[in-house]
């Protein structure tokens, strides 16, 4: 069994330049301003758009996100409805094979202080309930597969906390809106932690599209 640490990753180069350019190339179409385009211009235009609540331009830039985190919060991040997805099989991936390493892997939850690492049964009276309902899950799942069970089948005694891989592709206006959620103090704190990481990436790259967000949710929340 191995315990790791959840993490985000953008899939895409995003070159704020271009992506600049095709928001207010899109943007400009509504105002037959194409002739008025310079760099800084196009930021004010985009900066406008965004504080007046005008964001349907922001739905011709897609970003493709992939998220390694548990499948309890896989199933949150999937009730993003305006967005594509692909997740890692538990029917497919058999996890006592070679390229698992004969193991399950699980994601160390944000309210705990457990290291990355590997742990065994034979430390299971140290382990606390915790780390011992995973071991024991996955010995049981490799219990069932020595059975005979398929992996489809064994699957049902893994529990919420099993890594899962899944990528996420939204245009930039739903990934405000996932940060507008997922940033919030009340949202589930594992995927905050992964929203915030995310918000950071992402401003980064393309600032002036999340300016806002990155004031409210990152600047702001040092300072309380």
């Not at 191995?2 to 070159?15: A, C, M, R, S, T």
């Not at 194409?34 to 800084?40: D, F, H």
């Not at 996890?95 to 299971?124: A, M, Q, V």
Request: charged residues 30%; proline residues 3%; glycine residues 2%.
């Amino acid at each position: 069994m191995k315990l790791i640490k959840p993490k985000v990753e953008i899939l895409d180069q995003l070159v704020g330049k271009q992506i600049i350019n095709r928001i207010a190339t899109v943007a400009r179409t509504c105002y037959k301003s194409e002739s008025s385009s310079t760099s800084s211009k196009d930021e004010a235009l985009i900066k406008r758009l965004i504080e007046s609540k005008h964001e349907a331009v922001l739905e011709f830039v897609d970003v493709t996100v992939k998220f390694t985190c548990s499948r309890a919060i896989a199933q949150e991040i999937t009730r993003h409805r305006m967005a594509s997805y692909a997740m890692e099989s538990q029917r497919y991936c058999a996890y006592n094979k070679d390229r698992f390493n004969h193991e399950i892997t699980y994601i160390i939850p944000s309210h705990t202080n457990y290291d990355e690492g590997e742990y065994s049964l034979k430390y299971e009276v140290a382990n606390g309930p915790f780390i011992n309902s995973l071991l024991y899950s996955e010995k049981a799942y490799f219990d069932l597969i020595e059975d005979g069970w398929k992996a489809q089948e064994a699957r049902d005694v893994l529990p919420n906390a099993t890594k899962t891989e899944i990528n996420m592709k939204a245009n930039l206006r739903e990934w405000r809106h996932f940060f507008k959620l997922r940033c919030h103090s009340t949202a589930h704190p594992d995927i905050r932690v992964l929203a915030l990481d995310l918000l950071k990436k992402m401003h980064e790259q393309i600032p002036i599209v999340f300016d806002d967000l990155y004031r409210e949710f990152i600047e702001d929340a040092s300072k309380r």
